[in-house]
């Protein structure tokens, strides 16, 4: 039991530090050397991996935004590149996009898979729902990958890391919270 709550506990800081990226970039910058930073978060990359690797049925970009990701960081490790280690958020916003366009095209979409957790009976009205959430969700990675690129080849860090960091984030929120509310209606509307 105790080893299930520490590999639990273990994977969520995992997570938020893989979250907390461009932070972790930015303010290590100001005490230590690049290698060390990023040497540092592809040590965390790899941790996760071999903790969550059994939850790839519910998250399919996960091995290939980390494979990337992990290459990005690879790649800025060698060449001593902090333009390449601004990557990462796009390189993850990229697979996510695809991730979620493949799934409108193969089915079912990434946002289904998560509604059925939930609801394992879900409607043909509930399917069409998540295909349109999900068709949303496409257009905000396309919209945070522009922006995000923008950020990396702006060659600002402070304003890299504040976006990529926290904006995105709150985007995002903003994004999840409008849908669970919309979708509480959208619920009650079709019961009456």
């Known amino acids: 039991m105790w080893v299930n709550v520490l590999k639990t506990t273990l994977s969520i800081v995992l997570i938020i530090i ?3 990226y461009p932070a972790i970039v930015y303010f290590g910058l100001a005490y230590f050397e690049l290698n060390t930073v990023l040497l540092a978060v592809l040590g965390v ?10 939850k790839v049925t519910i998250a399919p970009w ?33 697979v996510m996009l695809v991730s979620f366009s493949y799934s409108l095209w193969r089915g079912p979409s990434v946002i289904e898979t998560f509604a059925r ?5 879900l409607d043909e009205r509930g399917v069409r729902y998540t295909r ?11 919209i945070n990958i522009g922006i995000a690129s923008w950020t990396v080849f702006s060659q600002d860090l402070a304003l890299w890391a504040l976006y990529n960091g926290f904006i995105s984030y709150c985007l995002m929120g ?19």
């Open 18 to 20: 893989g979250v907390c």
């Open 45 to 54: 990359l790899v941790l996760r991996i071999m903790l969550t690797r059994k």
């Open 62 to 94: 996960f091995i290939p935004a980390s494979l990337l990701g992990g290459m990005c960081l690879v790649g800025a490790i060698g060449w001593q590149s902090t333009l390449i280690a601004s990557l990462y958020p796009v390189i993850i916003s990229s």
């Open 117 to 121: 957790l939930q609801e394992p009976e």
């Open 132 to 142: 349109k959430v999900t068709q949303v969700w496409c257009g905000f990675f396309v």
């Open 174 to 192: 903003v994004l999840l919270g409008g849908e669970f509310i919309f979708r509480q209606w959208y619920k009650q509307r079709a019961q009456s």
